[in-house]
């Protein structure tokens, strides 16, 4: 772990056993225990993770707005406290990161980025501010992030900041925690209602004891994969990247293509939209096996594909997701190679599990 970037809470999550992986070259917990007993917290009661290494991109001034607009696939409202989900494009059809944008006022957003690609998406940025009267800053480095989640969370928060509560889904609240200008979230990555909360670091220790001490338990990367793989969330790098486009990830509801601003390769999906793609993100239920990612999937005997994500699911059993050509049967059988044996898999909608949060 020594040459990995550690989180301001490193240290309070070994002291409850967290187990530390490498994690986009974050020291992160892959469980403190049990992957399945966190799953279930969650599900259930609450957990909190650490998601430190996830980072804010700052942008303010004139044209703030104007530049959300011509980097994102959907509609951004300008708005204090409201924020979307979206894909950021590049030129050729791919996405470069999907980020959740936050308006703080007419002139400031925040953009919540991905641990592998904060460097990438700044380059973007900048290059695409040209001739704006912006200013984008990168502050990942002076902030952690805790996700709370799980049917109890708000109860919890509630008592740390009682204007949570009016947080609305996909909302905002800039507010003092223990004194510091902080920000609370209700985003969730796990399919359940929640809250992230956005501090700097020095107040990170204070904030997770306060979540422990009020029922919150900690937990990890292994059980934040099945829970967001479960609510058919997308994870950057393996089920999307610069070579896939939203409608084939099945996202094409982030592509709002009803109006006259322009953002890169609109009209290639746009005609993605009106001819259809060749090949789509496919859910999968899986028996025979664990499937992971990089499993191939096969028709007829046939690679048609590979799983991007595959977890052991506690409600589905084996479930996983992968490309394969739009044009094969809708009735079309499928196998998974484990390696050292086959699996049967049943082609499946997303999301798995939906709680309607």
């Given at each position: 772990?020594?040459?990995?970037?550690?989180?301001?809470?490193?240290?309070e999550?070994?002291?409850?056993?967290?187990?530390?992986?490498?994690?986009?070259g974050?020291?992160?917990?892959?469980?403190?225990?049990?992957?399945?007993?966190?799953?279930?917290?969650?599900?259930?009661?609450?957990?909190?993770?650490?998601?430190?290494?996830?980072?804010?991109?700052?942008v303010?001034g004139?044209?703030?707005?104007?530049?959300?607009?011509?980097?994102?696939?959907?509609?951004?409202?300008?708005?204090?406290g409201?924020?979307?989900?979206?894909?950021?494009?590049?030129?050729n059809?791919?996405?470069?990161?999907?980020?959740i944008?936050?308006?703080?006022?007419?002139?400031?957003f925040l953009?919540?980025?991905?641990?592998?690609?904060?460097?990438k998406?700044?380059?973007?940025?900048?290059?695409?501010?040209?001739?704006?009267?912006?200013?984008?800053?990168?502050?990942?480095k002076?902030?952690?992030?805790?996700?709370?989640?799980?049917?109890?969370?708000?109860?919890?928060?509630?008592?740390?900041e009682?204007?949570?509560?009016?947080?609305?889904?996909?909302?905002?609240?800039?507010?003092?925690i223990?004194?510091?200008?902080?920000?609370?979230?209700?985003?969730?990555?796990?399919?359940?209602?929640?809250?992230?909360?956005?501090?700097?670091?020095?107040?990170?220790?204070?904030?997770?004891?306060?979540f422990?001490?009020?029922?919150?338990?900690?937990?990890?990367?292994?059980a934040?994969d099945?829970?967001?793989?479960?609510?058919?969330?997308?994870?950057?790098?393996?089920?999307?990247?610069?070579?896939?486009?939203?409608?084939?990830a099945?996202?094409?509801?982030?592509?709002?293509?009803?109006?006259?601003?322009?953002?890169?390769?609109?009209?290639?999906?746009?005609?993605?939209?009106?001819?259809?793609?060749?090949?789509?993100l496919?859910?999968?239920?899986?028996?025979?096996?664990?499937?992971?990612?990089?499993?191939?999937?096969?028709?007829?005997?046939?690679?048609?594909?590979?799983?991007?994500?595959?977890?052991?699911?506690?409600?589905?059993?084996?479930?996983?997701?992968?490309?394969?050509?739009?044009?094969?049967?809708?009735?079309?059988e499928?196998?998974?190679?484990?390696?050292?044996r086959m699996g049967?898999?049943?082609?499946?909608?997303i999301p798995?599990?939906n709680?309607?949060?």
């Amino acid at each position: 772990m020594q040459n990995l970037n550690k989180t301001a809470l490193y240290n309070e999550m070994e002291k409850v056993g967290g187990k530390m992986v490498d994690f986009f070259g974050w020291a992160l917990p892959i469980h403190f225990g049990s992957i399945l007993a966190e799953h279930k917290i969650v599900r259930e009661h609450c957990g909190i993770f650490d998601v430190s290494h996830m980072g804010q991109i700052f942008v303010e001034g004139k044209d703030a707005y104007k530049f959300i607009q011509l980097i994102n696939t959907n509609n951004v409202k300008n708005e204090a406290g409201r924020g979307a989900y979206s894909h950021i494009p590049n030129d050729n059809g791919g996405i470069i990161d999907d980020v959740i944008n936050f308006c703080l006022s007419e002139e400031k957003f925040l953009i919540i980025v991905n641990a592998s690609t904060q460097e990438k998406d700044f380059e973007w940025f900048n290059k695409k501010a040209t001739g704006l009267d912006v200013k984008i800053t990168n502050e990942s480095k002076n902030f952690s992030m805790l996700a709370v989640q799980g049917p109890e969370a708000m109860q919890i928060i509630e008592k740390l900041e009682p204007k949570a509560l009016e947080i609305k889904r996909f909302g905002i609240l800039a507010c003092q925690i223990f004194g510091q200008d902080s920000f609370i979230t209700r985003t969730g990555y796990t399919g359940e209602d929640g809250v992230e909360v956005i501090i700097p670091h020095s107040t990170a220790p204070k904030i997770w004891q306060f979540f422990l001490e009020n029922g919150s338990k900690p937990c990890g990367l292994g059980a934040r994969d099945i829970l967001r793989l479960e609510a058919g969330y997308l994870l950057y790098g393996a089920d999307i990247d610069d070579t896939h486009s939203p409608i084939e990830a099945g996202y094409g509801w982030v592509v709002k293509l009803k109006n006259d601003r322009e953002y890169p390769s609109k009209e290639i999906f746009a005609k993605q939209k009106a001819e259809g793609v060749k090949t789509k993100l496919t859910g999968f239920v899986v028996s025979g096996g664990v499937p992971r990612s990089g499993c191939e999937i096969l028709y007829n005997g046939n690679v048609v594909g590979k799983l991007t994500s595959g977890v052991f699911s506690p409600l589905f059993k084996g479930i996983g997701v992968g490309y394969i050509p739009t044009d094969l049967p809708e009735d079309a059988e499928f196998e998974i190679n484990f390696g050292n044996r086959m699996g049967k898999a049943q082609k499946t909608k997303i999301p798995f599990y939906n709680n309607k949060v």
